[in-house]
């Protein structure tokens, strides 16, 4: 479904990626991982035609992406930008009823109906007891949820989430998380997603593409990629990486540099 080809960007005088090459097959879910400033986020504005590249080519579905037309990839391909939903004056469900844009004729009108899948999409997030709330009068969480909500009434087939678990407490970036998932699975969705929880991505992903100095310091199941000396040379941390008990993936325990009768701490 997606291939980028010795794809590269300079912002400025900066290089951000460097000639980067990669296949993503349908109906899997991919994350994106790397320190800050790496390019993750660049990279999906790569895939999606958001932004051109200085060189190089991505293929969706065997054809340039700059090559469709903006509404016709809407109506298979979705983006959760970074930093959720302004605070604008729409109530909820007008704001998820928006991902229906691509299906409507220039009337704004869709002649099958949406409000089922509105429906769907707003049960699926919590969101059906907010509906007639207004989005300035939510929380930077509960915006995140709409926006989900929002990309998700659209009914992609490919799903792409910049960092989508922002403003998030543990227990919604499981549930945003779970839901994805779940899509994902029953739809057979291909899901890209933008992460900085390396656990998060390590449990729900099926492959990690890890970024560093501009190209690809590793990519495959999350077995292969998540280890020791990966994270010591990318992220400049010392890890433990156990398997998780209930699922075997592989999970990070952070190890300070300091030695623990030096952390100030002492048992009674």
Known sequence: MIEAR????????????????????????????????????????????????????????????????????????????????????????????????????????????????VDDALGSMGLLELQHRRIDQLSGGERQRVALAKVMAQEPELLLLDEPTTYLDIGYQVQLLDTVKKWQRERGLTVIAVLHDLNLAAHYCDELLVLHDGGIEAYGPPSEVIRPELIQTVFGARAIVLPHPDTGVPQILLQSGVQPGELGCRGE
């Open 6 to 117: 010795r794809l590269s960007k300079r912002i400025a005088d900066k290089q951000i990626l460097r000639e980067i090459s990669f296949t993503m097959q349908e109906g899997r879910m991919y994350g994106i991982i790397g320190p800050n400033g790496v390019g993750k986020s660049t990279l999906l504005q790569l895939l999606t035609g958001m932004e051109p590249p200085t060189a190089g080519d991505v293929l969706l579905r065997d054809r340039v992406v700059g090559a469709y037309k903006r509404k016709d990839l809407a109506k298979w391909v979705a983006v959760l930008q970074q930093g959720g939903l302004p605070a604008v004056g729409f109530t909820v469900r007008e704001v998820v009823t928006m991902g229906r844009f691509p299906y409507q004729n220039w009337l704004g009108e869709e002649t099958s109906g949406s409000g089922e899948v």
